[in-house]
T-cell receptor, first 116, second 112 residues
Framework: GAVVSQHPSWVICKSGTSVKIECRSL??????MFWYRQFPKQSLMLMAT?????????EQGVEKDKFLINHASLTLSTLTVTSAHPEDSSFYIC????????????FGPGTRLTVT | AQSVTQPDIHITVSEGASLELRCNYS??????LFWYVQSPGQGLQLLLK??????LVQGIKGFEAEFKRSQSSFNLRKPSVHWSDAAEYFC??????????FGKGTRLHILP
């Protein structure tokens, strides 16, 4: 099946710095990708929809200036957590639907972010 | 709005016993339904999905789920659990614009 990768798998950064997370579709093109955040022992919460060649759309309550999303190509979306704070520490997961298979969606392995 | 309810936060069963995890959804049209499993610190693995057709869906690892429109349910079952099945299980519904909405999850504990 299709594969979605994320890089890095884990990252530690200092409070106030920014960190970028990459999400790649390895063997299919993804005009749309989704970013989720998962706090410990909680469910996945959809943060935003990343659209290739256009602005991302954010779910209610998600700060678009804090979580910058860039979908510059059909296989790559990036999430940048700007001015990170300890409360941003979380597991970030991306997903991408394979439009050739309606509603078949593929998830990346996740990125563990720890802000100290 | 679409939503998914998993009424059981924790479930404990003995190894070898049968398992049923409950899931109810709210969706205006025919839903696309999924069950995912997540081991600690890991990503999601798709167990099975329902798009249309036969309401009894077979998945990986011996899991199955039954779509019941009249009850708005999509319960996950396994006839005999193994210790390796201990994990977090998420039911999800495919919403508009390819979005997937997750339930809060059920943590499965296995007694030896």
């Amino acid at each position: 099946g299709a594969v979605v990768s994320q890089h890095p798998s884990w990252v530690i950064c200092k409070s106030g710095t920014s960190v970028k997370i990459e999400c790649r579709s390895l063997d299919f093109q993804a005009t749309t990708m989704f970013w989720y955040r998962q706090f410990p022992k909680q469910s996945l919460m959809l943060m935003a929809t990343s659209n290739e060649g256009s602005k991302a759309t954010y779910e209610q309550g998600v700060e678009k200036d804090k979580f910058l999303i860039n979908h510059a190509s059909l296989t790559l979306s990036t999430l940048t957590v700007t001015s990170a704070h300890p409360e941003d520490s979380s597991f970030y997961i991306c997903s991408a639907p394979d439009r050739g298979k309606s509603y078949e969606q593929y998830f990346g392995p996740g990125t563990r972010l720890t802000v100290t | 709005a679409q939503s998914v309810t998993q009424p059981d936060i924790h479930i404990t069963v003995s190894e070898g016993a049968s398992l049923e995890l409950r899931c109810n959804y709210s969706y205006g049209a025919t839903p696309y339904l999924f069950w995912y499993v997540q081991s600690p610190g890991q990503g999601l693995q798709l167990l099975l999905k329902y798009f249309s057709g036969d309401t009894l869906v077979q998945g990986i690892k011996g899991f199955e789920a039954e779509f019941k429109r009249s009850q708005s349910s999509f319960n996950l079952r396994k006839p005999s659990v193994h210790w390796s099945d201990a994990a977090e299980y998420f039911c999800a519904v495919g919403a508009r614009d390819d979005k997937i909405i997750f339930g809060k999850g059920t943590r499965l504990h296995i007694l030896p």
